[in-house]
């Protein structure tokens, strides 16, 4: 014997018509238990939309981080740019900023900004401006030579402009009295 899906949904009425689910207009006898055996007050859905909230507190990637937290989210992007893969059956590491990059100008555009938006990171830490101008120099010569078709992107795989502003950010960093 198959259930129709309004059995599913509902359960069978009694033949006295007086269960909870009765059709005669009025409330259920007794209270609303969940799962967990507590007590569900009956409401309104504007009342329950009311208490209904987003809180991106801890979840939002880009509110207020801590300077380590700002730090290690500029060193996995780097790595997700420069060396996240391997080409396999050789030692060559190779990132996004490659793979973007061999779409003509749109992919070298694209990982420039992503590159340029790391130094604005880095001089939001604090980074001196011969800091972040030796920064804007790898960044200009990656993007620069990255335009040139197939040998700009092997020149991406291996000059690795980001993690060498990760590099030194650190070196600028570790040199910092520590708080």
């Known amino acids: 014997m ?32 969940d799962q967990e055996g507590h007590e569900i007050r009956p409401e309104t859905p504007e009342q329950g939309f009311r208490q209904f909230r987003f809180d991106f507190g801890q979840g939002n990637p880009f509110g207020n981080l801590t300077r380590e937290q700002r730090i290690a989210r500029i060193e996995a992007i780097a790595k997700l740019l420069d060396i996240a893969f391997v080409l396999p059956g050789t030692n060559i590491r190779y990132g996004i900023d490659g793979l973007i990059g061999l779409i003509p100008v749109v992919g070298d555009i694209i990982t420039t900004a992503i590159s340029l938006w ?47 502003n990760v590099r030194l950010l650190r070196r600028w960093l570790e040199k910092q009295p520590r708080m």
């Open 2 to 33: 198959t259930m129709s899906d309004d059995d599913i949904l509902a359960p069978r009425r009694s033949r006295s018509g007086s269960g909870p689910r009765a059709t005669s207009g009025k409330a259920a006898p007794g209270p609303i238990i």
């Open 118 to 164: 790391l130094v604005r990171e880095a001089r939001a830490l604090g980074a001196p401006w011969y800091i972040t101008t030796r920064m804007l120099g790898n960044v200009a010569l990656d993007g620069v030579v990255g335009i040139v078709p197939f040998a700009g992107d092997a020149f991406d795989v291996m000059f690795r402009a980001n993690m060498r």
